[in-house]
């Protein structure tokens, strides 16, 4: 994909309603003097798991007011353990998190909105937007992409076709040219802090075992899970795989032939050992990904913390359609896999590719085992190279400072 395909023209609402009156022929607004998030929750977790991650970020790290516009507050409320769905407002950390129904009623827009995932603004706040003086900072917040074209995109201008209005593109990504990653200003201390025996203990896990190869599990379906374990199971070190409560749980029951497994369980097979765990809240996720000697993650969120988590990690990709996630998966691999061993690289691409087309995972597990401990020593390294991009909510608020001023 170039950028020039990419500066979509703006996209309208569904229907876009020409309003009665124009907004210059309304008395002109003073911005709120917070920040709106807009979070669409297309499904799963990533989509309010980055947004929430931001918007405690930019309440607690930069001392802004953050108003956090949720769709789906029901599916928000699994991610955020605190959030009452039936509360239509309610403020959590630090944030303001407003279930998003339209029409939205008469808000005052703040001084910078950002549309999480290209999502579309409802109209009455869009038409509010072009009545402030001054306009707010409108940003397009776009999914995490390692792909060539993203940072000729980053920050690029794109003019609403009826209202005086602009909206910027803001990037996630790799490298200085892009917004960067997100990363709390106290990750490294908390890692510093961490206790292993602490975290087992409090899931009712044994001591480590000697040579035992600890592994989490958050994933998609995927009909290469049975192959996998089959590996771990007839394999020459005790294998813990600790499971959270989701979409890949079934496919594990099924594997060890049982239906309905809860959070609690913990089955054996030959050195297969698996664990299920609760779905914890995000900073807890962290310490799961840090107890852990290897990570399957997936999507977007968990994806960037198992980078930071410093462990060989497995990647699922969001699936989509005409395989347009390979060309990213690819992208990926190209970059964090450059300069990397031969052997090691090769281990690597072709268990992430067996792994992401469902099949063939369980002949390259032991040539991906065998490499864990320079993959280790690689992702320490790659994640210090990440680190040098800045972290994403500090990237965005110097963006927004140079517009808003
Ligand atoms: O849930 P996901 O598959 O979300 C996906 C991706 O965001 C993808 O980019 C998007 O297109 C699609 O949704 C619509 O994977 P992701 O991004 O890793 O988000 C999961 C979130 O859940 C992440 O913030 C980590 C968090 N999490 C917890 O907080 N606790 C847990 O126990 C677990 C397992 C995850």
Known sequence: ??????????????????????????????????????????????????????????????????????????????????????????????????????????????????????????????????????????????????????????????????????????????????????????????????????????????????????????????????????????????????VPEGRVLPGVAAWFGVIGLQPGDRLRKGHLVVKVLPFVDQSRYDELLWACDLNFVRGEDSFVRAQWAEAPFVWHIYPQQDDAHLEKLNAFMTRYLAGVVPSVAHAVEDFWRAWNDGQEVGTRWSALEAVLPELGSHTRAWSMKMQASGDLAGNLVRFCKVEIE
Not at 58 to 87: C, F, T, Y
Request: proline share 10%; glycine share 8%; net charge neutral.
């Open 1 to 242: 994909m170039s950028c020039a395909q990419f500066v979509r023209p703006f996209q309208p609402g569904l229907s876009p309603t020409v309003p009665s009156t124009p907004p210059s022929a309304l008395s002109p607004l003073s911005p709120a003097c917070c920040w709106d998030v807009f979070c669409p929750v297309v499904d799963n977790f990533g989509d309010i798991g980055v947004c929430w991650r931001l918007a405690r970020q930019l309440a607690v790290e930069h001392g802004l007011a953050v108003r956090l516009w949720v769709d789906d507050l029901k599916s928000a409320s699994h991610l955020i353990p605190s959030l009452n769905p039936q509360q239509t407002s309610q403020v959590l950390m630090g944030v303001e998190v407003r279930h998003w129904v339209e029409p939205l009623g008469d808000v005052v827009p703040g001084k910078v909105v950002i549309g999480a995932f290209a999502a579309t603004l409802p109209e009455s706040f869009l038409t509010a937007m072009a009545r402030c003086v001054p306009r707010p900072c409108w940003i397009n917040l776009e999914y995490l992409s390692a792909e060539d074209w993203v940072a000729g995109c980053h920050g690029l201008p794109s003019p609403h076709p009826r209202l005086p209005l602009t909206q910027h593109f803001f990037f996630p990504g790799l490298d200085r040219a892009t917004g960067g990653l997100l990363r709390e200003a106290d990750y490294s201390a908390r890692r510093r802090g961490f206790s292993e025996s602490t975290f087992r203990k409090s899931f009712d896990l044994p001591m480590r075992a000697p040579g035992e190869c600890v592994v989490s599990l958050f994933t998609y379906e995927n009909p290469a899970i049975g192959e996998l374990m089959t590996a771990w199971s007839q394999g020459k070190r005790q294998v813990l795989c600790l």
